[in-house]
C-alpha cells in the first residue's frame, strides 16, 4: 500500500496515480496528466504555467529535460520519460529493511530518504504530487499537511517492519494528540524535559493546552534542543510552509508523541 518491491501496482490507488504511466502526452493534450507532467517539470527546475494545457512551452521543456536524462529528445510524454519525471517519488516508495524491527528505525529511514529528495509544494498553496501523496490526494488551501506526511512516513514503516501502527494517524495534529493520549503515548513538554526524548519520536508545536499547530520527527534530541524533519514548513519554521526539511527546535511550547 505504501511502499512497494518489484511491482507499484502494489500501491495504494491515490499514490498510483502520481507514479503509474497513463497515456502518451503530446502538444493539444490537455487534463490532469498534462498538469502532474507541469509540476513534475517545475520540481525539476524547469519553470512553466501548470495549467493542465500541453503547449509549445510544455513541449520545449520537456525536451530539455529529457535532453538532459539522456533521452530521446521528442517533446512527448512517453513511458520511459515518466519514470524519469516520477522517479524521486518512486524513490522513497521502494521497501527497505533494516536490522532493528523497532518502528523507529524504519520512520528515521524512510524520513532521510524523503528529505533527500527535497519534496515541496509546487502550484500553489498546499498542491503538487508530494502534498497528494502524504494527504491521500487531498490538496489546496485548507489540507495542511505536516501531520499527513509524518504519518504517511509511519504507514511506510509499519509497514516495511511488518507491525500495527501504534494509532490510527491523522492529518490533523489536534488528533493525532488525542490518539496519543488515548494509546498512553503522549509526552508533556514537562515530562520531556524531566525524562528526556530520544529520536525517532513525534513532537507537536503546542498554541494551548488542547490545541496544537504543526508536527514533525525527533532525529536527534539534548537536553536543551533537538533536531528534527517535518513537513509543510520552511527555513523559518512556520507551519504553513512549502517543503520537507530539517530543522533545529527548543523544547518551550512543544510536547510528544513515543512511537516506541
Known amino acids: 500500500m505504501y511502499v512497494y518491491q518489484d511491482d507499484i501496482t502494489d ?19 490537455r487534463g490532469m496528466g498534462v498538469r502532474r507532467v507541469q509540476e513534475w517539470l517545475n520540481l525539476h ?17 520537456l525536451a530539455r529535460f529529457q535532453e538532459r536524462s539522456g533521452l530521446q529528445v521528442t517533446g512527448k510524454l512517453n513511458d520511459v520519460t515518466h519514470y524519469e519525471l516520477v522517479k524521486p517519488m518512486l524513490t522513497v ?20 530518504a524523503h528529505l533527500k529528495q527535497h519534496p515541496r509544494e509546487v502550484g500553489g498553496q498546499n498542491r503538487g504530487p508530494w502534498v497528494r501523496l502524504y494527504m491521500k490526494g487531498h490538496e489546496g488551501a485548507q489540507w495542511a499537511w505536516c501531520a499527513g506526511f509524518i504519518v504517511f512516513l509511519l504507514q511506510q514503516a509499519v509497514e516495511s517492519l511488518e507491525i500495527p501502527m501504534p494509532f490510527k494517524g491523522s492529518f490533523s495534529c489536534d488528533s493525532l494528540a488525542a490518539q496519543a493520549q488515548d494509546a ?8 520531556a524535559r524531566e525524562q528526556g526524548i530520544s529520536k525517532g519520536n513525534f513532537f507537536l508545536v503546542r498554541r ?32 504553513e510552509g512549502y517543503e520537507v526539511c530539517s530543522r533545529s527546535r527548543g523544547y518551550p511550547d512543544k510536547d510528544f508523541i513515543l512511537i516506541t
Open 11 to 29: 500501491l495504494s490507488a491515490w499514490i498510483r496515480k502520481e507514479v503509474v504511466f497513463a497515456r502518451v502526452l503530446k502538444n493539444g493534450s
Open 208 to 239: 494551548t493546552s488542547t490545541d496544537w499547530t504543526h508536527a514533525g520527527i525527533v532525529t536527534y534530541a539534548e537536553d536543551s534542543a533537538f533536531d528534527t524533519i517535518e513537513g509543510n514548513t520552511n527555513d523559518d519554521g512556520e507551519r
Open 93 to 112: 516508495l521502494r521497501q527497505r529493511s533494516w536490522r532493528s524491527t523497532r518502528p523507529e528505525a524504519g520512520l528515521l529511514g524512510y524520513a532521510r
Open 45 to 61: 527546475d524547469y519553470g512553466v504555467v501548470i495549467d493542465a494545457d500541453f503547449g509549445p512551452v510544455t513541449s520545449r521543456a
Open 184 to 191: 498512553g503515548l503522549f509526552v508533556s513538554e514537562r515530562q
